[in-house]
């Protein structure tokens, strides 16, 4: 069955310093991975999307890596700043018609003054 | 991108009732989407919202329990009947397929308490 794991339940960082988030996946070949921000109480908000055919996307602070051979995306916040404090959860989309969308646990990320 | 509503926020209800929650898109989209998300937990997908048919629902999930309506291309409900304490969660809308892009959007949840 689909596996899609986050590297750690939490992760504290230093202000200031870069945060690196880790998806991993099995038995599943996205066409898509998409990170997602998640505060609590509210939904997930999307931050970026790659595709299967794409190594790397940048946004402002953010950088997405894809490696479809070792299964995995990588999530980088630069400059990391307590605002980013939030569950940040990666999700891959089989195709564009969403029923093969899928979440992963997420990671609690908490970054320090 | 889609700015998505959802009514009510929150609501407090008996066992034994049924709860409807309403999803508003602010344009057209082709594709809607309940899922539930439990407390710490990540998004499990309900079923997706088909205009003009029955939804499609995943496993687990029937539609006795969870009745979903769309209506047109910008709006759904979801029902929640004879509740139980197990249902208590947040269920979120979601949309996707609108002009122009392929993100997945998200309404900002309704946080179900059945007592």
């Known amino acids: 069955s689909q596996k899609i794991e986050q590297n750690s339940e939490a992760l504290n960082i230093q202000e200031g310093k870069t945060a690196t988030l880790t998806c991993n996946y099995t038995?599943?070949?996205?066409?898509?991975l998409k990170w997602y921000r998640q505060d609590p109480g509210r939904g997930p908000v999307f931050l970026l999307l790659?595709?299967?055919?794409?190594k790397e996307k940048r946004k402002e602070r953010l950088k997405v890596t894809f490696d479809t051979t070792l299964k995995q995306s990588l999530f980088h916040i630069t400059a990391s700043q307590p605002a980013d404090s939030a569950t940040y959860r990666c999700?891959?989309?089989?195709?564009?018609?969403?029923?093969?969308?899928?979440f992963g646990p997420g990671t609690r990320l908490s970054v320090l003054p | 991108s889609a700015v998505i509503s959802q009514k009510p926020s929150r609501d407090i209800c008996q066992r034994g009732t049924s709860l409807t929650i309403q999803c508003q898109v602010d344009?057209?989209?082709?594709?809607m989407f309940w899922y539930r998300q439990q407390p710490g937990q990540s998004l499990t997908l309900i079923a997706t919202?088909?205009?003009?048919?029955?939804?499609?629902?995943e496993s687990g999930f029937v539609i006795d329990k969870f009745p979903i309506s769309r209506p047109n291309l910008t709006f759904s409900t979801l029902t929640v009947s004879n509740m139980s304490p197990e249902d208590s969660s947040i269920y979120l809308c979601?949309?996707?397929?609108?002009?122009?892009?392929?993100?997945?959007?998200f309404g900002p949840g309704t946080r179900l308490t059945v007592l």
């Open positions: 999700a891959l989309d089989a195709d564009n018609y969403g029923q093969n969308f899928v």
């Open positions: 790659i595709r299967e055919n794409e």
């Open positions: 979601s949309a996707r397929g609108g002009r122009g892009y392929n993100e997945q959007f």
């Open positions: 919202a088909n205009q003009g048919s029955e939804a499609t629902y």
């Open positions: 038995n599943y070949s996205p066409a898509y």
């Open positions: 344009s057209q989209v082709t594709m």
